[in-house]
């Protein structure tokens, strides 16, 4: 098995923690472990090999983290630019199938993402595997919790794909919710490297064709490949689709709300991601992103609070989705 | 005249700006400028030397700052250990004495209060000059423009000074207000330093006589000192007395509700002292006061923000006497 690790752009909406030059997967927000490290350690039992696809930037802070975790080895792609995941994935296992490894399982797993059921996720791709082996092509779909609009759904018979789901409103995403046959798309996958590919170039030739020419990874090479998506790609087209249900204590966080939520509350109720815990003084349900300096609250609620080196953002729970705004108004400087 | 400056403690109730080692007035806090160096300023056309009592880590603050404001040569009582205002005035009084300047007036000075109506000032300082020329202790009455019953007042009949009163109760305060007879006690005086000495002697001999004894201010010799006021020791007992009443748009920034009134709003409310504006986005009055560093402020509302290089405080407005709290909680590691 050889874990696939795609380190994607960089989101605003983690901002200040996640910048260009430090995305919020390399941030070391859990006791010190950033999003990154924590999706090595998960996995370093399931897989054999790991290869990062990436940004060159991203890839120096990648090997950094990878020899934290005791990672001294990896396949690496470095993208010139990024064409989205069906073209990292393609190129990643051509490179596999050009080592001989056409066999090889791959576990494509995005690495921002946080996991707080290890049990449960070991026993998905435990799973996804013996399907992946058996030819398949499996993704995974997280039970949902909440009918949430900002995710992907992907419907489900037993095992079997049916179909993705784009983004729903907020009606059709509760009636997917009481269906008990939809489920949050995740984003990661296990094939065969030669299953996966043979599928691409079914669905998508052009894809397909356009990786193979890429014998050198140029920016111009990765120009002529289409952006698109794995899901648009080959998942939606594909008969070969299996589905995992799974419930990993999954979480995106794809704003400073999520991580709220994901985050255990103290007793009286505020919830801490720092080194250095804050002084509350009648202080409740707020959450402290802390970068070790001393941080004092006093008689205020329901606030996110991220402090970091050289930035500080202070925000209404329920209003992290307006952080964008800020990375908007801060650009002409940053 | 001489501007003596006394340098107090190290007030807690502007944490995290105000530190043992770094005190409110020191601090950079209005475009750049310190309290402190406000105040030399504010006073450098009005007297022809300075004199400063402070500690002794203080005075090294001191020295520097009076060097910013182009003052490179002035008295100095370094205090071992503070003994309150009184013996701080005297042993700065007998040291011009011994130098042959009993008839210097002494214009006394806080070091931490803040004026925004430097004119005002100027007017009272002189008229303060005129009748201390003639051999009167002068204090200044603030007109007070709200029953605050966080100072002490003063009682005045034209300007003759009545009566000292310790901080009243509202209802006090509110009569006091009524009767226009009343002015908030600002700590500053005008004298000849032979005429104040001569005072102590007579109200206070005690104390009078252990300054004298402190003819090297060591540790011992202040102990030996009683520790009070000029107010209990002087002022409150001479008949020499007068009260010049003025608005020099006066605060002691005795908490950081104190700084919200007395800095001037922008068009949305909120109020910044920063060398780098905050970005708000949907965020009304709040006082923002940083330290460089880029803050935003989402979908908040009457919140105090307190940014320094080793410690962030975030307050609701309304609430900043418990800051005094924060401070106690984190003794044990400061």
Redesign the interface.
Known sequence: VTNLILCGGSGTRL??LSRPEMPKQFYPLFSGRSLFEMTVDRNKDLADHFYVASNLLQMGLATEQMAKCGVADFGSLVEPVGRNTAPAIALACLALVAAGKAEELVLVTPSDHLMTKPADYERAVKRAGELAAQGYLVTFGINPTSPDTGFGYIEAKGENLVSFREKPDLATAKAYLESGRYFWNSGMFVFRAGVFLAELQKHSPEVYRACRAATTVTHEAMMAIPSISIDYAVMEKTTLGKVVACDPGWSDLGSFDALYEDTEPRKDGNRVLSSLPP?F??ARNNLVVGSG????????EG?I?V?TA???????R???Q??K??VS??KP?L
């Open positions: 901002w200040p002084v003084v009648e300096r001393q941080i004092a609250l006093i008689d205020v606030l609070v402090d050289d930035a500080l953002l202070i925000t209404k329920g209003s992290t307006k952080v705004h800020v108004l801060l400087v």
